[in-house]
Structure formats: C-alpha cells, structure tokens
C-alpha cells in the first residue's frame, strides 16, 4: 500500500472497466453498493479526468472479488481495456494505428494516462513479439491483483486487429522480488497476412515447378496443371484482398468512431474556451456588478447548457445573500431579483452553504435512482421542478467569499462531473475578479463623489474661514504693533537694568576693594601674627567676593559666571596673600562651567578656606609643595571640584566629620547646606578634598 494511502494514482478509466465487466457478466450485482464501500462516487467514477487512491482501489477490488468469488477478475476486466467505451486513451491511440506492433510501442505513451504509480517501457523482439517493461515508483506498492490487470490490459491490445488475444509471458514480477514486471508479448499474424504469405510462397513454388512439370508432364497435362496453380494464386490473391479490405474497414470504423469521439471533445473543449473567453472579456470591460453578473450567468448557460442556474452574492455588510442573477426558474422564466431578507421565505439548507461559501469547499450532487432530490433553499419557491444534478461554488477573490455560483440539470442527461465543476471553479474565480473589480471601481466612483461634494463644501468653508481669518489678520497686525511698541519699551528697561546691575556690581567690587585696601592697611600696621591671620583671612574673603563681582561686571551674562575661568584667576591672586618665601608649585585645570551667582559665591567662599587652609597649614616645616586644583562637568548635570596637596596632611587624632573649627564649619555648611552637594576628604599622601555639586538653573 502506498505510503500516503490518499494520493491519487489510478485513472477513473480502470474502474470504469470493471464496472462494464460487471454490468455485462454478473447483471445481478448492485455496482452502486462496490462503489460506495471503496469510498467513492458515482460521479468520480464517471469522469475520465478523475484519479483514485491506493486505498481505494484496494477496497474496490475486495469488495469486487467478494462479490463475484472470481479471484481472476482483474485479468479478466483488463481484456476489455481495448473494446471498453471507458478506454477512451487506449481506443484513441491503439485505433489510430494500423497493426498490433505500433500500438505495443505506444504503451509507454497511454499508460502514463492510465496510471501514475509506475512507467512502462516497450521493446521490439521481432516481427509480431514485444518486451514490455514495467517498474513502479519508489513509494507505490502495488498488489498481486494489478499486476493480473495489466497481463489482462496487454492481452487486449491486439484483439482488434488479430480477433484473439495475445500471449503474455511474465518472466520477471516485483512482487516475487524483483524491481520490476517483465513481460513478452506475442500474438498471431491477421488472416490476410496470413493469405498473402501463402499467396506468395505459391507464385514462387509455382514459376519453380511449371519448368519442370513441363520437361516431365505431357504438354496437355502441363497446361491443365500450370493453369490450376496460376487460378489457385488468383483466387488466393482475391480472397486476401477482400479479406484485407475487410479488416481495413472495420479499422476505419473503429477510427471513425474514435474521431468522433475526438470530434466532440475538441467542440466541448472550444466551446469551454470561448466561454472561458467571454467570461474574461466582461470581467474586464463591465464595471457595474448587477451587469457583469447577469452577462456572466447568460453566457454559462448558453454554452454549458445546464437546465437553470443563479448567482448569490453575500453582502460585505451583512450575513445575507442576494438573488442576483436568475435563470430556469419560475417555468422556466428568468426571475427578477430577490432579496433574502426574512429566512422563513427562504429556507437555505444552512450545512452546503457554510460548506460552500464560508469553508469555500465546492459541492458536487448527482442524483441516484431511489434516492430523494436535494434543495439547497425550498425549491417550491423558484420551481417546481426537481434537481437531477447540482453543482456549487464559491466566487473567490484573496481567499475572500463574495458569493456562490449554482447550476443545476432537471433533465437525466448524464452525470456531472469534476470536469465540470472545475471548469466552474475556473470561471467563479473570473467572475469573483470581475465583481471585486466591479465593486472596486464602484466604491472609487462613490469616493470621487465624495471627494467632490467635500471639495464644495471645502471651497465654501474656505471662503468662509478666508473671511474669518483676513479679519482676524487686521486684528494680529493691531495687535502686533502694539506688542512691538511693548518690547521696544521692555528691551530699553532691560538695556537700563543690565547697565544698572553692571553699576551695582562696579560699586559692590569697588567697595569691596576699598575694604581689602583698609584691611591691607591694617595689616601693615598690626604686630601680633594672629591678628596679622585673622585680617589675612577676612581679606581673602573679601577678596574672593570682589573678584566674583568684578568678573559679572565685565561679563555680557550678569546672572552666571564662568566658574573655570573664576577658579584660574583667583587662586594664582590668592596665594599673593600669604608671601612666606615657599616655592609652593600650583597646577589648575578648570573647564569653563558656567553656574548662577547664588552658587558661585559661596563655592568661591569655599575654596577660598580649603586653599587658604593648604597656603598655611600643609607645608610646615617644607620650603616647598604642589597645590592642584580640577574643576569638571560631570554627568547628570554636576560639577566636581578636587583640591589636592602632598603637604603633612590632617592630623590622624582630628576628626574631620566632627570637627568644631570655624573653617571647616563654614565649608561644610557652604557645601553640604547651602549648595546641596556632597564633601569628602581623603588624608592619605597629603590632602585631597572632593566636592560635588549639583547645577543649579537660573530662575
């Protein structure tokens, strides 16, 4: 059994001779129950471009054998592949030709159409004797039973040139372990071959005998004789001729009916072109859905010639379907349309229409004898007729449903087949682009029209809001005039504030400098060293301030300053304060920072009591010392300021965090108080203090 027991392999055609073998030997067996126990149906059967499985051809055949209790029957319904209606493949090909040896060597053409599990291969052994050869695909486990089938498929090709059956011989099979099926085929030569061979062995046996019957008979006697052997080979010649001719017009018979046979395929198959044509040519020139719908179900009824046929569109905007195009019904007569508005008048039968329009799963129906007619809605109300067969089909645009396409027949005509309902499928497909097209220019029209009445309702609210706003125009200008003679107002104070800050700063710092002058002057004239300390130390505070004060009034900005350049100028001045001979070696890195005035005073008070501190307390006892000051921007908007020296550092019995000094009091509360930032000294190798203080934005 194959690997995947669902794939279709064995051409309708096969069961259909069996079927024929069936109905003519064994009449009493009921072929509808065979077909239903093997999973099939009828209309499968029926249609020549229909393929079964491996599972179910197993199934038929048990069933078959079951019922017959012939466990022969394979071969015996593979003799009927040549002379089947069924064999439509086989009759065309084998009858177009002229001899049993041409249509040996077709077989590998003819049994690709019979079967896709194996591939044949023919030989020519001699004059009426071939090797056929059969090897299975690699996935497709044949059983004992199809093999007999193609003895029995062989055996037939020859009967209709020779009246007998040919002689199989299988001398290799892959069901006794080979790889594949060999088979020598033989079979008798026609009876006006036969004649005219004979015919021709006695026009030889008869100009070699009549010389020498005539050196031996009596002239009388040789007459007689030469006469009854040329009448003998003329009699045998006319005989094989008629003979000949016989044969030749049985053949052209069978050719005959094959051509018609060919003759109505290509008329559906043009027929199914030109419909297939039409149906494009309106798809594509019909822009109104209504239109296009009713072209498209005329013309599949004049050329498929089906008994009635409509077309249901679903709403996009609702779960209804519309009656949009109708024809057979009602007698016979077209129909107007109908809307599906209420469902007690209309009874959809709600599985097949899920099936078919939801699931988008096409629905095929043939009507068995004894069985009861299906209604996919309460026929009573378009008909009164019954349905014989039904196909459905969704119209299908982008996996999206727009509707169903159904045609049915009311008249036993024939079966309906998947031929058929793919051809539908095929033209659903054309006439779903053509409604979704259709629709699509619709909605463009309904949106152009939009777009146009929005456009005049644009052009008046425009003309309504030009007004609105040439008025409201005339009032900015007033009212920029007005603001415009404000701001000139507001820079001239401002111009007067700046000049006048810049004056109160140029006071402050002069006064400032008038203080550090009288301190000096104190200083000259004080005798004691703490006094001479303490005026030092206040000096430097003043100085500090003064120095801040006297940046702001030469800077463009009176409400920040420029702490790096502060920092640079005001320590190499500082250490003018304490001239004790020391060779005390100062190294600034200050980037330009700018902070506001609240925090540069007391950071500049700050660093002036951390560097005072260094001038006089960390290099006792050293002629000499490195003082390095780095003030930076770091991240999240802070200034980091490090003061370092590698003087003797803070004594190790001082605690710094506790200490009640008036210097270190006053650092703190500047840093850590005022400034909200963060202290931290280190006494290792000297001193080294680190302040980080956040930048606070000018208010």
């Not at 030749?248 to 297939?276: C, D, F, M, P, W």
């Not at 039968?349 to 096409?362: A, F, G, R, S, Y």
Request: charged fraction near 25%; aromatic fraction near 8%.
């Amino acid at each position: 059994m194959n690997n995947k027991d669902d794939v279709p392999l064995y051409s309708s055609r096969i069961t259909r001779n069996y079927l024929e073998y069936i109905e003519k030997e064994y009449p009493n067996i009921d072929i509808e129950e065979i077909i239903r126990y093997a999973g099939m149906k009828r209309y499968e059967v029926e249609d020549p471009g229909h393929w079964f499985s491996q599972k179910q051809v197993d199934k038929f055949h048990d069933i078959v054998s079951e019922k017959t209790a012939n466990p022969n029957i394979p071969r015996e319904a593979g003799r009927l592949t040549a002379s089947s209606q069924s064999s439509g493949a086989v009759r065309q090909y084998g009858l177009g030709l002229l001899n049993p040896m041409s249509v040996y060597l077709m077989v590998e053409t003819f049994y690709r159409i019979m079967t896709r599990g194996a591939n044949a291969k023919a030989k020519k052994l001699g004059s009426n004797k071939v090797e056929i050869v059969v090897t299975p695909e690699e996935t497709v486990f044949e059983k004992p039973y199809q093999c007999l089938n193609r003895i029995g498929t062989f055996e037939s090709l020859s009967k209709p040139f020779t009246r007998k059956y040919s002689r199989v011989t299988e001398t290799h099979c892959c069901h006794k372990g080979d790889k594949h099926c060999r088979y020598e085929i033989s079979w008798d030569k026609t009876p006006s071959l036969l004649l005219k061979m004979i015919r021709n062995y006695g026009v030889i046996s008869a100009f070699i005998a009549i010389p020498i019957l005539f050196a031996i008979l009596p002239f009388t006697v040789w007459i007689i004789c030469s006469l009854g052997m040329f009448t003998t080979i003329l009699i045998l010649s006319v005989f094989s001729e008629q003979l000949e001719k016989k044969e030749l017009y049985k053949t052209i018979e069978s050719q005959g009916n094959a051509a018609k046979e060919l003759v109505n395929e290509i008329n559906i198959r043009h027929n199914n072109a030109l419909l297939i044509q039409e149906i494009g040519q309106i798809a594509a020139t019909i822009v109104q859905v209504d239109k296009l719908v009713k072209s498209a179900m005329k013309i599949i009824m004049q050329y498929l010639f089906y008994d009635r046929g409509m077309i249901l569109l679903s709403n996009p905007t609702s779960n209804k379907l519309t009656f949009t195009s109708v024809i057979g019904y009602e007698g016979d007569t077209p129909v107007t349309l109908f809307d599906i508005e209420n469902h007690s008048t209309f009874h959809f039968d709600e599985t097949i229409i899920n099936n078919v329009l939801n699931l988008q799963k096409p629905f095929l129906w043939n009507r068995v004898e004894g069985t009861e007619a299906i209604h996919i809605f309460a026929e009573s109300h378009l008909s009164t007729k019954q349905s014989q067969a039904l196909i459905c089909v969704p119209l299908i645009f982008k996996k999206k449903s727009l509707g169903i396409l159904i045609v049915e027949t009311t008249e036993k005509k024939r079966q309906l087949t998947k031929s058929d309902m793919s051809l539908l499928i095929g033209i659903a497909s054309q006439i779903a682009v053509g409604i979704n097209n259709a629709r699509y220019f619709e909605d463009m029209r309904n949106i152009r029209e939009q777009i146009q009445r929005s456009h005049d309702k644009l052009e008046v609210r425009v003309e309504e809001r030009t007004n609105e706003l040439e008025e409201l125009n005339r009032e900015l200008q007033a009212e920029i005039q007005e603001r415009q003679k404000t701001e000139r107002k507001l820079r001239s104070t401002i111009k007067e504030m700046n000049v006048l800050l810049k004056e109160i700063h140029h006071r402050v710092k002069n006064n400032l400098q008038v203080i550090s002058s009288l301190f000096d002057m104190i200083k000259r004239r004080a005798k004691h060293p703490e006094t001479i300390d303490f005026l030092n130390e206040a000096h430097a505070k003043v100085f500090t301030m003064s120095l801040i004060h006297s940046q702001l009034y030469q800077s463009d900005r009176l409400d920040e300053i420029n702490m790096g350049k502060f920092i640079r100028n005001f320590v190499g001045q500082l250490a003018q304060f304490y001239p004790d001979g020391r060779n005390i070696q100062l190294k600034i890195a200050a980037e330009d920072v700018y902070l506001s005035v609240i925090q540069a005073i007391p950071a500049a008070l700050a660093l002036n009591e951390i560097i005072s501190n260094a001038f006089k307390h960390a290099f006792s006892g050293r002629n000499e010392g490195h003082v390095s000051i780095r003030f930076e921007k770091i991240e999240n908007q802070k200034v980091h300021l490090r003061i370092n020296d590698d003087g003797v550092g803070i004594p190790r019995h001082v605690d710094i965090d506790h200490t009640e000094t008036l210097g270190m009091k006053l650092i703190r509360n500047l840093i850590t108080i005022q400034l909200k930032g963060h202290l931290h000294f280190n006494c290792k190798d000297g001193t080294t203090v680190d302040i980080n203080l956040p930048i606070m934005m000018c208010s």
